[in-house]
């Protein structure tokens, strides 16, 4: 991949769309093969295309049942496309660059800045370290305590593999599940929706791995430099913010549906409705059956799958950081304010911007695709529009529409979460022309808005 990269003329974003593509379709033929799936058949290339690319963009979405389709052989691949995907292929492969002590080139440390969405390529290298050292070192301690949980619940070889499996997916944002293997398929966490340790650690390697890698190393760097980058507040602050409101929400809209939370004691409740506000943080996983929620609910966590994680994350959606510069922008003009200012910090107009523009990207591509969709499904518009958004946020909530798509519909998902996790601006640049320098600038011109 490297040699690859050093002769390619192509651009950073044209070459992340070109690897995450071509590792999808790796995924995709491996997953066709007879010995992937638990009852030694070929799975239909429709399927393992769609699956291979809702791990690669861990998204979470599936039209066959992990747990009770696909074999060991086949988990483990996906278990592998999650871990590829969520770090980001890029990031996998600085991994074999350090172990084989090869030197890192100016193009690759590019593509490095685009795939982690920086601003500078000025430490790169060691980010990349640091977000493998995080990301394993979460993943571990995450699969050792889902073993010692689950350890007595079924064998401890089973509980071993159900362990690491779940970290890896949950870390990533993925959403992916193995407990339909017990009977009942696409069941996820709902037989633990009232078990206080599976509830935190999965809602915590959620919400670590949805805050993004400069985070984690600003965080764990605090006591060394006593503060923060902008960036940093504004991730943990608007995340804890969005936690807390969609907690509160989902309790308050879902306190007596007896089909969600009513039926739960005071504890079930609010772990369910914590957890329902954790996992629309581009997750996917669920302990209560998200068809059964009350439609004020289904469409507030539409909302909170289109805001979606953090930047730098193995997370989707329009990002924390990009709501929160258009919240600022909105109370600026309210206020009638000319800067957008953060922690006593101004905000560039680039940024502004920036986040105009993959806002109304996003919110193209979902609405597009939804009306697509409503041609080609005949399911409720909701169910429609939520499967949509998941699949743009590469969440992978569900209300049960994804099994039941035609192969234009399952297409279309696919081309949604691929274009969710390399992000729509990432997207638009990799098929665009080549940007060219404007040599002149038209004149001044005035509109009415509002």
Known sequence: MLSFLRKSHWSPPRILATGFAAIILLGGFLLT?????????????????????????????????TGSHWSIAGQIIIA??????????????????????????LKERLIMQEALNQGSIEGIVRLIRKVLIYSLSIELVGAILLTVRWSFDMPLGKAVFFGIWHAISMFNNAGFDLFGQFGTPFVSFTGYVEDPIVNFVVMGLIILGGIGFIVMSDVIDYRLRRKLSLHSKVVLSMTTFLLIIGTIVIFVFEFTNPKTIGALDWDGKIWASFFQSVAP???????????????????????????????????????????ATLVGAVAAMIRGKEDIVMFKMRLHRERIFKALTITMLSLTLVVFVTM????????????????????????GLSLGLTPQLTVMGKILISLTMFA???????????????????????????????
């Open 33 to 65: 093969l007879p010995f992937t799936s638990r009852n030694g058949t070929t799975t239909p290339f429709i399927d393992a295309v769609f699956t291979a690319t809702s791990a690669t963009c861990v998204t979470g979405l599936v039209t066959v049942d």
């Open 80 to 105: 592998t496309l999650i871990q590829v995907g969520g770090l980001g292929f890029m990031t996998m492969s600085t991994l074999f660059a350090i172990v084989l002590r090869k030197r890192i080139t």
């Open 281 to 323: 943080r581009t997750a996917g996983p669920n302990t209560i059956d998200l068809a059964a929620l009350r439609q004020a609910s289904q469409f507030f966590i539409i909302l909170l799958m289109f805001i979606g994680a953090s930047p730098g994350s193995t997370g989707g959606g329009i990002k924390t950081t990009t709501f």
């Open 372 to 395: 697509a969709l409503s041609t080609t499904e005949e399911h409720p518009f909701m169910m429609i529009l939520f499967e949509t958004t998941s699949a743009f946020g590469t969440v």
């Open 420 to 450: 969710g996790r390399l992000g729509p601006l990432t997207l638009a640049y990799a098929l665009g022309p080549r940007a060219e320098k404007e040599l002149y600038r038209y004149p001044e011109g005035k509109i009415t808005i509002g």
